[in-house]
């Protein structure tokens, strides 16, 4: 009897590692058709599924995030009731949601699938796959590159487009972690795929004129080298002196100009405009936050622009932590800060301590890719309410992974 009894629970403890299958399924069917009461019971859900794990159940699958993760998914509904527009904040929670699920999912394959590694390749195939989203960038890209004029025309008829910086602000996490693969000992067909991808996502950035997601990479990378040590420190310090020669021969703020112009903002005055206004609603909204997804109707609203048209579309803070503390207030933004935190010093400390080689290299690009992130974050914030964003909620996923597998 005593057997069956366990054989019951462990049957259900198994099922509830599974669950954030079932609200993804939910949170997705929420964002592609907006309902209220399908997003009401789909954070339900996830908070439920959050206690439990906080309360003892699915230990496999227990992080060094999950009481912040558990605070921002029970402080939804608050984000969601301060809202004008529900519509919006609707497909924007139900984005959060999937994130939350996709973070958990990834640490479940990791751990209680006993497939550590699948999640890292599943990212770098996505990021592979992402390359293709290039044949729908509007603005000149996919024409200067090789595309078949067939091909072309028929790219030309799909309504949905993807703006060619948020392309490459998705593809950063990618490309850095291609690059540390590409430096781990290793099968030669993984370095091969690594330096592929490595070479592919940087020459989108390159010819979509993506300077946020350049200086992103330059800095992820330099993160990716200081961790590994050793010899690869040289490739840090060239990086630094490039970097160094570039600041002297463009000029400081020339350079912080190049990095501020592009997009809806048109120049770095237009960010500096934008950045201000949602510090603003930061101070007037400090407790609920203006409702997640609402910063296109709320801000122009009550924050009129002067020298960013009032006609152009602005649909986020150009900057990552500002847009997520907008978004969820400060509580949340506190919440989101200590997971970013939490996940640097994790895959930081794998990276300095693990005697597996293997994994203190992925680790290593889990560092820059997180760094790279954060310096892009600072010009925009592609990676947080916009469809790219379940890069970084597995990004942070792996993060957590790696760090109990050392553990």
């Excluded at 005593?2 to 964002?31: E, H, N």
Aim: charged fraction near 10%.
């Amino acid at each position: 009897m005593k057997t069956r009894t366990r054989s019951i629970l462990q049957r259900l403890q198994t099922g509830f590692v599974w669950l954030p299958a079932l609200w993804l399924g939910l949170a997705l069917l929420t964002w592609v058709r907006p309902s209220q009461t399908l997003a009401l019971v789909t954070m339900a859900l996830a908070a439920t599924w959050l206690v439990g794990l906080l309360a003892g159940l699915a230990r496999d699958c227990r992080g060094p995030a999950d009481w912040p993760l558990a605070f921002i998914a029970l402080w939804l509904p608050v984000n969601y009731w301060a809202s004008a527009d529900k519509p919006s904040s609707i497909a924007a929670a139900a984005n959060v949601l999937a994130g939350i699920a996709l973070f958990y999912l990834v640490l479940a394959v990791g751990r209680v699938a006993r497939r550590p590694r699948w999640p890292l390749y599943g990212f770098l195939l996505v990021g592979a796959g992402l390359l293709l989203a290039v044949l729908l960038v509007p603005d000149g890209l996919r024409g200067r590159l090789p595309i078949p004029a067939a091909l072309l025309a028929l790219t030309r008829r799909i309504p949905d487009t993807v703006n060619a910086n948020v392309l490459a602000g998705a593809l950063l996490p990618a490309a850095i972690m291609a690059a540390a693969l590409t430096l781990a000992p290793g099968r030669w067909p993984v370095r091969v795929a690594g330096i592929a991808l490595a070479a592919a996502a940087t020459a989108v950035m390159v010819l979509g004129a993506s300077r946020g997601a350049l200086m992103g990479l330059a800095v992820g990378l330099l993160a990716l080298f200081v961790a590994l040590g050793g010899w690869h420190r040289l490739g840090s310090l060239a990086l630094a002196a490039a970097a160094a020669v570039i600041v002297w021969r463009v000029g400081p703020l020339t350079l912080l100009e190049l990095l501020g112009k592009g997009g809806a903002a048109g120049s770095l005055a237009g960010r500096l405009e934008i950045w201000s206004r949602a510090l603003y609603a930061l101070q007037d909204f400090v407790f609920t936050g203006i409702g997640i997804g609402t910063f296109h109707l709320v801000i122009p609203l009550l924050y009129p622009y002067f020298t960013v048209g009032f006609d152009t579309p602005i649909g986020h803070a150009h900057n990552l932590l500002l847009q997520i503390g907008v978004d969820l207030g400060l509580p949340g933004l506190i919440a989101y800060a200590t997971i970013l935190i939490l996940s640097l010093w994790v895959v930081g400390w794998t990276a300095a301590t693990s005697p597996d080689r293997q994994r203190r290299f992925v680790a290593a690009g889990l560092l820059g890719a997180l760094v790279g992130v954060l310096a892009h974050g600072l010009f925009d914030a592609v990676l947080w309410g916009a469809k790219p964003a379940f890069v970084l909620w597995w990004l942070l996923g792996l993060a957590s992974g790696i760090f109990l597998e050392e553990r």
